[in-house]
T-cell receptor, first 111, second 118 residues
C-alpha cells in the first residue's frame, strides 16, 4: 500500500462549481498536511497548510484533515478558470522527514 | 512569504555535459534543502536531502556520483548533473522550509529547472 493515495483522474468542472479533492494515507505518524497547486512547467505553490486534525479556510479554499480516518480534503468554492492546475496533497511526520506526495489531480475549470 | 529561487529555469545541452542548478532561499536561511525530480504528469520524486555543512543524504536508487549536491551556505544549495545523458532529461525542483516553521514544514518550492539533454 502506498503511503499516500490520490486518485489522479482528471477533473473537469464548470466555472463556479465546487471542486472537491481528497487523499488518504497509511502512516499514522503524519501530522503536517499540505496542498500544493502546480501550474504547467512551474514548481508547486503552497495553497494550504494544516497541522494535525481540523479545518482551515482561506478565501475560496478549505482544507480538512481527519486523522482518525487518515483522510484529507481540499475544497475550492466558486471555481475560476485560473484554478485550472494540478493539485498535489503532501504530508510529513515533521523534523527532517521527507514529504510524501499524492500523484496529483489535474483540475480543469471550464468557462 | 518564504521564497525559493531556482536557476536556470531551462537548460538544453549536449550529451556528456555537466549541468549545475542553483537553489537559493531568499531572505531566510535554510540548513536543509530538498531536491526532487518530476517526470511529465507524475508526482515529485525526492532525490536527496541537502544539508548545510555536511554531506547530502540520497534516496535509494539515486546515484550520488551522478547527482552532486553542495550546500555551501545557509542560502544556497547546488545540484550538478555530471556527464548528463538523454535519460537525465527531466524537471528538477528544489524546496526549503521557511524560517520559524515547526517540524521543517511547510516546504516552499522553487520554480523548477527543465533539463533537456540532446
Amino acid at each position: 500500500q502506498k503511503e499516500v493515495e490520490q486518485d489522479p483522474g482528471p477533473l473537469s468542472v464548470p466555472e463556479g462549481a465546487i471542486v472537491s479533492l481528497n487523499c488518504t494515507y497509511s502512516n499514522s505518524a503524519f501530522q503536517y498536511f499540505m496542498w500544493y497547486r502546480q501550474y504547467s512547467r512551474k514548481g508547486p505553490e503552497l495553497l494550504m497548510y494544516t497541522y494535525s486534525s481540523g479545518n482551515k479556510e482561506d478565501g475560496r479554499f478549505t482544507a480538512q484533515v481527519d486523522k482518525s480516518s487518515k483522510y484529507i480534503s481540499l475544497f475550492i468554492r466558486d471555481s475560476q478558470p485560473s484554478d485550472s492546475a494540478t493539485y498535489l496533497c503532501a504530508m510529513s511526520a515533521g523534523g527532517n522527514n521527507r514529504l510524501a506526495f499524492g500523484k496529483g489531480n489535474q483540475v480543469v475549470v471550464i468557462p | 512569504g518564504a521564497v525559493v529561487s531556482q536557476h536556470p529555469s531551462w537548460v538544453i545541452c549536449k550529451s556528456g555535459t555537466s549541468v549545475k542548478i542553483e537553489c537559493r532561499s531568499l531572505d531566510f536561511q535554510a540548513t536543509t534543502m530538498f531536491w526532487y525530480r518530476q517526470f511529465p504528469k507524475q508526482s515529485l520524486m525526492l532525490m536527496a536531502t541537502s544539508n548545510e555543512g555536511s554531506k547530502a543524504t540520497y534516496e535509494q536508487g539515486v546515484e550520488k556520483d551522478k547527482f552532486l549536491i553542495n550546500h555551501a551556505s545557509l542560502t544556497l544549495s547546488t545540484l550538478t548533473v555530471t556527464s548528463a545523458h538523454p535519460e537525465d532529461s527531466s524537471f528538477y525542483i528544489c524546496s526549503a522550509p521557511g524560517t520559524g516553521m515547526v517540524g521543517n514544514q511547510p516546504q516552499h518550492f522553487g520554480d523548477g529547472t527543465r533539463l533537456s539533454i540532446l
